[in-house]
């Protein structure tokens, strides 16, 4: 059974995602929070849960603050963004913060939960567009069809799978039972090698791939 906390201020909202979770989500507990103090209680009161739906407006937080803030009390717990904003930047920051996927509000329902499913089984969810577009800050370099993953050595191809589920340094040292220096030597030369010169880029580029394997 899966636990999730839905975290939104309009009531109808929560009504009607709740609805939706129940009907294409079997055997799932849904839980609710008008705002961010509510929610941040329940995520830190209930070992079991495995995933929050975060909006942006919630009445005491600013846009992503109320990310931040949700990640650094409960580090462990995965956090999806459900929001009407639909800005790049914000998605992309979103991600860098830590979420493990961003959903607009205006998804139908089918993707709504597909996307939720790929979430729970530990991939990240972005929206399409997103994803069709991959934005280097830098020229990108020709189109090969070669896995880039390939070049990856056993352990830093595990740093990037806990990276794609949207841990910290700090939690990947825990998991992996490393050094959190050691993490951040595997993240540069993770970058190094897929040729990209951002977190969010690497994350980006390893869900591409894993979705063609």
């Known amino acids: ?3 999730l906390l839905v975290a939104d201020d309009h009531p109808l909202f929560r009504e009607a995602i709740t609805g939706v979770i129940a009907a294409g989500l079997e055997a799932s507990e849904v839980l609710e929070a008008a705002s961010l103090a ?11 849960l495995d995933l929050v739906l975060l909006d942006l407006g919630l009445p005491d937080a600013d846009g992503l603050s109320g990310l931040a803030r949700l990640r650094e ?30 959903i607009p509000k205006s998804t139908p329902r089918e993707a709504l939960i597909a996307a939720l499913r790929q979430v729970l089984e530990g991939q990240v969810y972005l929206p399409p567009a997103i994803m069709r577009r991959p934005a280097p800050s830098r020229p ?6 070669e896995n880039p993953l390939a070049g990856l050595t056993d352990k830093q191809r595990e740093v990037l799978t806990h990276m794609v589920q949207g841990e910290s340094n700090k939690m990947i040292a825990y998991r992996l039972a490393i050094a959190e220096t050691t993490v951040k030597t595997h ?18 580029l ?8």
Not at 38 to 48: G, I, K, V, Y
Not at 91 to 100: I, K, R
Not at 140 to 145: D, F, G, H, I, Y
């Open 1 to 3: 059974m899966h636990r």
């Open 38 to 48: 509510e929610a941040l209680r329940l995520a830190e009161t209930h070992d079991a």
């Open 73 to 102: 009390a409960v580090p462990e717990l995965a956090v999806v963004i459900v929001s009407a904003e639909q800005q790049r930047a914000t998605v992309l920051e979103a991600l860098e913060l830590g979420a493990v996927g961003y």
């Open 140 to 145: 990108c370099a020709p189109v090969s069809e």
């Open 187 to 204: 993240v540069s030369a993770i970058l190094r090698k897929l040729g990209v010169t951002s977190r969010v880029q690497a994350i980006l």
């Open 206 to 213: 390893a869900s591409d791939w894993q979705r063609r394997d």
